[in-house]
């Protein structure tokens, strides 16, 4: 873009009122970060190619078919000249609907243009629409279009393209071959004339290159080639100069011929709204039911997961990550299939309640903020995952798959992070909540919407990251049977401009969410069989006492627990006793503690303990010295080499550890003790790390009014400053002022206080007096800090270096 049109648009740029950039920031934060110095300085940061990218990034099919066909123009363009254009692409239809498109072209472009001038990738007034400076560069090529010709035969010999011009256009003529040619194919009649003598077949390659890609492949492109010697149909179209060659294997269709193919038109059946979004109808009610489920469910994951974790923390790979065999384990245990286990792990990661420990063998390990987390009401603990899960720059559905290098990608590990992530899943549950209340939208829809709503995005990855979408929101209670629950809608609203539609205020995902979740109970049912069934959720407490005493035997609308004598003994080795156990049941069971659970219980309870295991390396003593006969006397301990130090004491080489598992296969229940002889609890205390920074995905929210109203008017104070600022004046003629110091002080001290400007004397560096006229601005350390005039700059002055003053003149 050249200067003069770079002064034009910062010009314009700084006529613009300040409401008018407060929205340009509201559309670009990214502008801001940090403010720009004045207004030059902004209008250089947007037209930064990667400031460009990112606005072009955010725009839909139709505002870039807008801005494409202003950067195809010669110079500026009316606004009634680009409707004009673009309503040549609208696909011909019936009068009627003709007359309905064209009315919803006039109100789509308006507000496209509207849109696009706020935004500044196009400026100036309806007469004259320019595209901003680096606009042009960025989407080079636009609208699918192929290089002019002048690029594409910018390296053929000339005598190769005279040979061509020969065939196709006989004559002299003073111009350079390849400015000739261009000419020539500027004019319509010539192509035209051109493509009428090719065969079929090249006229059929001509019309699929026309609406792009404008490329192709092609062994030995950059052969010489006569209309008279043409056999293929590709040589009949480089013969005539309707292709050319950009490489020894590659063809390029030039502008100039596919406008002309064209007929006119940019683009091809250009529609100025979205696409309808087909979908099933259903209950809202029931939707909202069915959400509020899972969300309850996804939350209890989590739950279980730090549980599990905070006693028995899997380890970090060396190069970061969950190794798969862990996320097996953990998916066992959560029963739970690996892909919904690998997303309940990373949305605990987001939301800050599980990290990495810092040593050099780190383990994954819940944080301090997770014991914060999990005394809040269920729908404020979901409230935080399902924020943390939409923020996230990282995408669940990958684990399991393999990357470039042919590597499985983890659980946790770097490779998950997509920078596309968070905006993709925000707007696949913004096309959701665009189809209405009651509706489960299909995929193909929801991804047909998102294609115009982001045609510039990489499709393939967009398409992936729009699915898995769709299938964790499900999971994870954001919508139910497809459709966006009431509490989804209100999650959107935290991030507006993706919530646009939903409103600016109104109640919580947490406040709407509450009333449908299921209420908590604290009861149980034990039954004779050595079961107990919960009737429904139960509350935190409850739930983890009854993880620790009791084996899940199934879950459903009623989870099942199975008392035995290895769960019965783990509550014993956690710290609790037959009594505590036997109170903890009858308090929370709707009947009596049933007999044969009471004899299991202290029947278990009796055994534990009366063998006790220490350290010697080990010992073993017990009360009973006719059981630690039998224990001399058993062929499996000899293993153990057991000696008797007193009738009540055996001592081993074997740990601890070895001599607890020895004897419990052997059919004892030993029970581990302290140097001191008290009894050590076996379920070690939960164990926790610090939380991490976590990166987050370019879903940035809009920025806060009052911070873009006070980077707007720093930008506008710095730019008045900026224009206000004066170039050096010239030093004062005649004798450098001389005084004494003290006189040089008080007179300093003076003008600073009266703000105004004075004459100094000062020596520089290598002694040499000079002239400088100054504007005191403060005294302090043996240093003058002021504006110097004679140097258009602010710089500070050595007290002792001043060899006098004077007034200015």
């Not at 783990?570 to 503690?593: I, K, M």
């Not at 040499?768 to 800090?785: C, D, Q, V």
Request: with cysteine.
């Amino acid at each position: 873009m050249s200067d003069g049109m770079s002064g034009d648009f910062t010009a314009w740029l700084r006529g613009r009122a300040d409401e008018q950039l407060r929205a340009l920031v509201a559309a670009r934060p990214e502008l801001m970060m940090p403010v720009p110095p004045h207004i030059e300085g902004l209008a250089a940061r947007a037209g930064t190619p990667s400031a460009i990218g990112r606005a072009l990034d955010r725009l839909d099919r139709f505002s870039l078919s807008v801005v494409e066909t202003l950067t195809l123009q010669p110079g500026p363009a009316a606004y009634r000249d680009l409707r004009a254009l673009l309503t040549r692409a609208l696909p011909h239809r019936s009068r009627a609907e003709e007359r309905r498109r064209a009315q919803a072209l006039d109100a789509a472009l308006r507000d496209a243009v509207d849109r696009l001038r706020a935004a500044c990738l196009i400026f100036g007034p309806d007469e004259a629409l320019l595209p901003a400076p680096g606009v042009t560069e960025a989407l080079d090529p636009p609208a699918g279009l192929g290089p002019p010709a002048t690029e594409v035969f910018r390296h053929h010999p000339p005598e190769a393209l005279t040979a061509l011009l020969a065939d196709i256009a006989p004559g002299e003529a003073a111009d350079p071959p390849v400015r000739r040619l261009a000419a020539l194919l500027a004019e319509p009649g010539t192509v035209e004339r051109l493509v009428a003598e090719v065969s079929p077949q090249a006229r059929a390659a001509l019309d699929e290159l026309a609406w792009g890609p404008p490329s192709g492949r092609v062994a030995g492109a950059r052969r010489e080639i006569r209309t008279a010697t043409a056999r293929s149909p590709i040589e009949e179209l480089l013969a005539r100069g309707l292709l050319g060659a950009t490489g020894e294997e590659t063809v390029a269709l030039p502008r100039e011929v596919a406008l002309v193919l064209r007929e006119g038109r940019l683009h091809r059946d250009l529609s100025p709204g979205p696409p309808e979004i087909d979908g099933v109808a259903r209950d809202q009610a029931l939707a909202d039911r069915t959400a509020a489920g899972q969300a309850f469910t996804f939350v209890r994951s989590v739950e279980e997961l730090c549980e599990l974790w905070s006693h028995d923390p899997p380890g970090v790979l060396r190069a970061g990550g969950l190794a798969v065999r862990d996320l097996k384990r953990t998916a066992q245990l959560l029963d739970l299939p690996e892909w919904t286990a690998g997303l309940v792990v990373e949305v605990a990661h987001a939301a800050g309640l599980v990290a990495s420990g810092g040593s050099v063998d780190g383990e994954w390990l819940p944080t301090s903020a997770y014991d914060a987390w999990r005394i809040k009401a269920t729908e404020d603990r979901w409230a935080v995952l399902v924020s943390a899960w939409a923020g996230m720059d990282r995408a669940p559905g990958l684990i399991g798959e393999r990357d470039e290098r042919d590597r499985p990608i983890n659980a946790l590990h770097p490779d998950l992070r997509r920078s596309a992530a968070s905006e993709v899943r925000l707007r696949t549950l913004s096309v959701l909540a665009a189809a209405g209340p009651g509706i489960a939208p299909t995929a193909a829809s929801v991804i047909g919407r998102l294609a115009w709503e982001q045609p510039r995005r990489r499709v393939a990855q967009r398409d992936r990251l729009a699915e898995f979408a769709l299938r964790e929101a499900e999971h994870i209670g954001v919508t139910g049977l497809g459709v966006l629950s009431g509490h989804g809608r209100a999650l959107l609203r935290a991030f507006p401009p993706y919530g646009a539609g939903e409103g600016g205020a109104g109640a919580g995902p947490a406040e709407l969410l509450a009333p449908l979740l299921p209420t908590p109970v604290d009861r149980v049912l034990l039954q004779a069989d050595l079961t107990a069934v919960a009737p429904g959720p139960l509350v935190s407490d409850l739930g983890r006492w009854l993880a620790l005493a009791a084996d899940v035997e199934s879950k459903g609308g009623a989870t099942v627990y199975r008392f035995s004598e290895g769960s019965i003994r783990r509550s014993l080795d956690a710290g609790q006793s037959a009594d505590e156990l036997l109170a903890t049941l009858g308090r929370h069971s709707t009947t009596p503690v049933p007999q044969p659970l009471r004899y299991l219980i202290t029947d278990v309870a009796r055994r534990h303990g009366r063998i006790r295991v220490g350290t010697a390396s080990a010992y073993i003593r017990c009360d009973d010295p006719a059981v630690l006969d039998e224990v001399v006397a058993d062929r499996r301990a000899t293993v153990l080499r057991l000696r008797r130090l007193a009738p009540t004491v055996l001592a081993s080489k074997s740990s601890r550890a070895t001599l607890v598992d020895a004897l419990r296969a052997m059919g004892y229940a030993p029970v581990a003790e302290s140097l001191e002889g008290d009894m050590l609890v076996a379920r070690a205390d939960a164990r926790r790390t610090e939380g991490q920074p976590l990166a987050r995905g370019g879903a940035a929210t809009a920025p806060d009014p009052d911070i873009v109203a006070a980077a707007v008017r720093a930008i506008r104070a710095g730019d008045d400053a900026h224009l206000a600022r004066r170039g050096p004046a010239d030093a004062p003629r005649g004798q450098v002022p001389r005084s004494p110091s003290t006189a040089t002080i008080t007179a300093l001290q003076e003008a600073i206080r009266q703000g105004t400007r004075v004459w100094i004397g000062y020596l520089d560096s290598q002694g040499h007096a000079t002239s400088r006229i100054l504007e005191p601005a403060r005294m302090e350390g043996g240093y003058l800090t002021a504006y110097d005039e004679t140097r258009a700059a602010v710089h500070r002055f050595a007290l002792h270096r001043i060899t006098g003053i004077a007034d200015v003149n």
